[in-house]
């Protein structure tokens, strides 16, 4: 049997970026615990024709490589930075060139990072509402880390792990036979 697949997206294209750090983070601790296989992407691996694009029709082939990714993954992982207040424009822009029917069902964690605590409630006023339009399964916990969370782009708080440990635990919902698979063998 394969792996499951997870997909995460950082809606950024700074390199190197804590919106990559956390999660790189969260899809490393759900294929650890989950088996899943992995795949991360950015912004920049989206490439230049994204600002281009009308239709998904007018991006390169490695454009629609990732959104074919993002769309045939059994799970994903959403990153975005906090900008004015919400998401930026080209991670919306990508998002927009996706087909509600294609991300129905699908489990989701949320997750955004920002310079401060101000921002916190992105990820519930902004990205549980986007994917809500999607009819995905947005987890119930969402994850915000600002920049206090982070030493040298790599997650570094207490509570920001208690937090991505309490959404990794939720997916078990999703994926119960893994679950049981892993319990077993403990």
């Known amino acids: 049997m394969?792996?499951?697949?997870?997909?995460?997206?950082?809606?950024?294209?700074?390199?190197?970026?804590?919106?990559?750090?956390?999660?790189e983070n969260v899809a490393g601790l759900a294929a650890e615990r989950y088996g899943f296989e992995n795949t991360l992407y950015d912004l920049t691996d989206v490439g230049p024709s994204l600002g281009q694009a009308l239709r998904r029709d007018d991006l390169d082939s490695r454009a629609k490589e990732v959104i074919d990714d993002i769309v045939n993954a059994d799970i994903l992982v959403i990153g975005a930075p906090t900008y004015k207040g919400s998401y930026p424009g080209l991670f919306k822009h990508l998002i927009d060139l996706i087909d509600p029917h294609e991300l129905r069902a699908k489990p989701i964690v949320i997750t955004a990072t920002g310079g401060g605590e101000r921002h916190a409630?992105?990820?519930?006023?902004?990205?549980?509402?986007?994917?809500?339009?999607?009819?995905?399964?947005?987890?119930?916990?969402?994850?915000?880390?600002?920049?206090?969370?982070?030493?040298?782009?790599?997650?570094?708080?207490?509570?920001?792990?208690?937090?991505?440990?309490?959404?990794?635990?939720?997916?078990?919902?999703?994926?119960?036979?893994?679950?049981?698979?892993?319990?077993?063998?403990?």
């Open 2 to 23: 394969s792996a499951l697949k997870l997909v995460g997206l950082a809606g950024s294209f700074n390199r190197p970026s804590k919106t990559f750090a956390l999660v």
């Open 121 to 186: 409630l992105m990820v519930e006023h902004q990205l549980r509402p986007l994917f809500g339009f999607f009819m995905s399964h947005t987890l119930p916990t969402a994850v915000y880390a600002s920049d206090r969370d982070f030493t040298d782009y790599r997650v570094s708080s207490d509570p920001l792990s208690k937090r991505i440990g309490e959404v990794i635990s939720e997916l078990s919902a999703f994926f119960p036979i893994q679950n049981r698979a892993l319990i077993a063998a403990e």
